[in-house]
């Protein structure tokens, strides 16, 4: 099965910070090791909770100017996850083998999916408009199979919001 919820994060920090010139400080080792064995994408927020709970003395200003460092090293990616949630931002940590996030507009599950395609799009940019891909990223928005099982026993999705139930006498679609 190609769907995976969490990718095996494939380059560790020192490779990458350097790769990238990131000096490497307690900080950023802490919110490299939150995001990196982290099971879902976190928001700032949450990974402030998380480097609290290890280094209690850390504030949140010194956490989130290391985040904003740490994504403009491209160490990190911020991502905004469809906005199913709402305008939070949420993190994970830059990897090697590109990857996809696919969330569910009914339910706001979120999964990240392989697929060759993403370097096929890389390389169609690069034969065909002469363009070197540093990093993708790609959102797809849907539904899932569940949801879509709950639909098919007579309730309809739209617009992400789950409405009437198509056996409601007053209900036209
Ligand atoms: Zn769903
Ligand atoms: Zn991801």
Known sequence: MPMVHNIRRQAGL????QQRGLRLTSQRRLIFSILESAPTHLNAKQILEEARKQDPG??????????????RMGVIDELDLLHLRGEEHYY???Q??????????????MFEFVTPAMKAINKALEKECNYKVAYARIEIGG??????????QGKVIQKGKRVRSLTSATSRI
């Open 143 to 152: 539904y899932c199979a569940k949801c879509r099982g709950k639909e098919e």
């Open 14 to 17: 020192a490779e990458l910070a």
């Open 58 to 71: 850390i504030d949140q200003v010194t956490v989130y100017r290391n985040l904003s460092v740490m994504k």
């Open 96 to 109: 090697l083998r590109e990857h996809c996030h696919v969330g569910c507009l009914s339910c706001g599950q």
């Open 92 to 94: 994970e940590v830059r």
